[in-house]
């Protein structure tokens, strides 16, 4: 069936409408049986001539065959129709699950490229102080610290890395990359004493 439009999808209104064609259709048809009943019960198949070889005088022969004649035409419009709702249904199926197949791969290339763009955490947060220069800054438990200041994965030791980039900026502020559910965040520290111990908390 080509595509209503001239090649645009078929939607779910195409669908419906194929549909209402198809009701009037068969209300169509039912008609005509109706009129053939009406003629003496005669259906699609009884003679027309009676005995004798004589058109039959007790019912109107060119209702009948003009019925008949309808309902051979409209149960042909009919099948027709129906292949092309068929098809039209077939066509919105595969194009939801095409659609459906897209977004999947889509999401899952957005989730492999984020997970190739995230850079090497060296540490994780396990508590924050509240109230302390950390928590102000926005440092939450369970951050993955991928840069501290000028500290990153590969010139990472040990904590006392930390600890020497953090006597060095007392009062400025530090640039802290963190991982946190899966994304980059961006975290900017000042160490500063406070009512706690050490500059951070």
Same mark, same amino acid.
């Given at each position: 069936?080509?595509?209503?439009?001239?090649?645009?999808?078929?939607?779910?209104?195409?669908?419906?409408?194929?549909?209402?064609?198809?009701?009037?259709?068969?209300?169509?048809? +039912?008609?005509?049986?109706?009129?053939?009943?009406?003629? +003496?019960?005669?259906?699609?198949?009884?003679?027309?001539?009676?005995?004798?070889?004589?058109?039959?005088?007790?019912?109107?022969?060119?209702?009948?065959?003009?019925?008949?004649?309808?309902?051979?035409?409209?149960?042909?419009?009919?099948?027709?129709?129906?292949?092309?709702?068929?098809?039209?249904?077939? +066509?919105?199926?595969?194009?939801?699950?095409?659609?459906?197949?897209?977004?999947?791969?889509?999401?899952?290339?957005?989730?492999?490229?984020?997970?190739?763009?995230?850079?090497?955490?060296?540490?994780?947060?396990?508590?924050?102080?509240?109230?302390?220069?950390?928590?102000?800054?926005?440092?939450?438990?369970?951050?993955?610290?991928?840069?501290?200041?000028?500290?990153?994965?590969?010139?990472?030791?040990?904590?006392?890395?930390?600890?020497?980039?953090?006597?060095?900026?007392?009062?400025?502020?530090?640039?802290?990359?963190?991982?946190?559910?899966?994304?980059?965040?961006?975290?900017?520290?000042?160490?500063?004493?406070?009512?706690?111990?050490?500059?951070?908390?």
């Amino acid at each position: 069936m080509a595509e209503p439009g001239g090649g645009r999808p078929v939607t779910i209104s195409d669908v419906q409408q194929l549909v209402r064609r198809k009701d009037e259709i068969e209300a169509q048809i +039912k008609a005509c049986y109706e009129l053939l009943e009406g003629q +003496k019960g005669v259906g699609m198949h009884e003679p027309l001539v009676d005995a004798e070889g004589f058109p039959r005088a007790d019912i109107d022969l060119y209702q009948v065959r003009t019925a008949r004649h309808n309902i051979i035409c409209l149960q042909n419009d009919h099948k027709a129709l129906m292949k092309q709702v068929e098809e039209a249904l077939h +066509k919105l199926h595969a194009r939801e699950k095409e659609k459906h197949a897209r977004d999947e791969a889509e999401a899952l290339a957005e989730a492999m490229s984020q997970n190739q763009r995230l850079p090497q955490a060296f540490a994780k947060v396990n508590a924050v102080t509240p109230g302390s220069p950390a928590s102000v800054s926005g440092l939450q438990v369970d951050d993955e610290i991928v840069e501290f200041g000028s500290v990153n994965v590969n010139n990472f030791q040990n904590l006392q890395n930390i600890a020497t980039v953090v006597q060095h900026s007392e009062g400025r502020p530090l640039s802290v990359t963190v991982i946190r559910d899966g994304r980059r965040v961006h975290v900017g520290l000042t160490p500063k004493r406070w009512a706690g111990k050490g500059l951070l908390g």
